[in-house]
């Protein structure tokens, strides 16, 4: 149990295009999803909280008019990166936390990641 | 802001070496502390540590917290090959919140 997934998990679009990752717990509900980002050799950086039927909290720095996060339902939240330019090039990776008192109490599962490569 | 420090950066040894990885942190309404192992795609969870001075072990693995200190260790006894791989340790706090550290690329030699 416990599984996340990320769709796609790569690739490669044309500058200025934008780009839609999902991320989907399979097995339990998730009210919070967070989304991550990694550089080559650098670690996760958070970028926002997504939580169900509200807006996302994003970090310091992060702009939320291009990294665009919906959280429609308990099972899928979405990242789009909109007009994206080489220096968006990363690893994304999205957590799923489950439900207080739920099956997969409070813990955060990490979904497998997507590539993105911006020409 | 915080802060979640790794070190060594890099470690290469030998296949049978034991290694201890180091993790420092400064956040705010500390939570717990998490270590992770990351290979090629996303981290797989190896502990969570809540409550100091109580080691946790997994096989090879094990674990430590020291919350005076702020501070964590991860050993890793008769390393072998399969174990190469970034380690990451996060701090997480009340909101769920992780702050990941740089982590540590570690390379088992065989």
């Known amino acids: 149990g416990a599984v996340v997934s990320q769709h796609p998990s790569w690739v490669i679009c044309k500058s200025g295009t934008s780009v839609k990752i999902e991320c989907r717990s399979l097995?339990?509900?998730?009210?919070?999803m967070f989304w991550y980002r990694q550089f080559p050799k650098q670690s996760l950086m958070l970028m926002a909280t997504s939580n169900e039927g509200s807006k996302a909290t994003y970090e310091q720095g992060v702009e939320k008019d291009k990294f665009l996060i919906n959280h429609a339902s308990l099972t899928l939240s979405t990242l789009t990166v909109t007009s994206a330019h080489p220096e968006d090039s990363s690893f994304y990776i999205c957590?799923?936390?489950?439900?207080?008192?739920?099956?997969?109490?409070?813990?955060?599962?990490f979904g497998p990641g997507t590539r993105l490569t911006v020409l | 802001e915080d802060k979640v420090v790794q070190s060594p950066l890099s470690l290469v040894v030998h296949e049978g070496d034991t290694v201890t990885l180091n993790c420092s942190y400064e956040?705010?309404?500390?939570?717990?502390l998490l270590w992770y192992k990351q290979e090629k795609k996303a981290p797989t969870f190896l502990f969570m540590l809540t409550s100091s001075g109580i080691e946790k072990k997994s096989g090879r693995l094990s674990s430590i917290l020291d919350k005076k200190e702020l501070f964590s260790i991860l050993n890793i006894t008769a390393t072998q090959t399969g174990d190469s791989a970034i380690y990451l340790c996060?701090?997480?706090?009340?909101?769920?919140?992780?702050?990941f550290g740089t982590g540590t690329r570690l390379t088992i030699i065989p």
């Open positions: 097995d339990f509900q998730a009210t919070t």
């Open positions: 957590s799923a936390r489950g439900l207080a008192g739920g099956p997969v109490d409070n813990e955060q599962f």
């Open positions: 956040v705010t309404n500390f939570r717990s």
């Open positions: 996060a701090g997480r706090i009340r909101n769920e919140k992780l702050t």
